[in-house]
């Protein structure tokens, strides 16, 4: 089990029966005997409820390891850190973008377009100002030297 967990690279595994490809893949990669007994025992209905099992210890390791942990200790931009998100994969243009909704405007109601949910850490503003001032981020840091050098020059308040 501590093997699949380390080498799971995703949130939440979906089972429709059967062991995914994906799933199969990563157990192989297991050092032993697990790839044997994976293709012995495929189409064992106790391989398929112990993998569903594991399908829901992966979210909250996923979410302990990576979300709550990882995201709060590597933060190249916090805006990016968020539950779901990939902070190898920051941003993507405006024609990728329109893509993915399209995508996700044929599936109703089994997709959700979301900018906050129970999971999200920082607020919808945070973000969305973070991002925004990360475009101009040459000027914010001019912007902010100058300020500070006028509140210098202001002394301590009284």
């Not at 939440?12 to 007994?37: N, T």
Request: contains cysteine.
């Amino acid at each position: 089990m501590v093997e699949f967990l380390v080498r799971a690279g995703r949130y939440r595994y979906y089972l429709s029966g059967r062991v995914s490809s994906e799933i199969q893949e990563i157990m192989e990669q297991i050092p032993g005997q697990v790839s044997r007994v994976i293709s012995e025992h495929l189409g064992d209905r106790r391989l398929v409820d112990a993998v569903r099992r594991l399908q829901q210890l992966c979210v909250s390791c996923h979410a302990k390891s990576v979300e709550d942990m990882a995201f709060y200790r590597y933060t190249p931009l916090i805006s990016i850190c968020e539950v779901g998100h990939d902070p190898s994969h920051p941003a993507s243009s405006h024609e990728e973008f329109t893509r993915f909704i399209e995508g996700r405007s044929r599936w109703p109601p089994l997709s959700m377009n979301a900018t906050s949910t129970h999971d999200t850490k920082l607020g919808e503003d945070l973000r969305w100002r973070v991002t925004a001032i990360s475009y101009f981020a040459d000027e914010y840091t001019a912007h902010l030297s100058g300020m500070q050098g006028r509140s210098l020059t202001l002394g301590p308040s009284t």
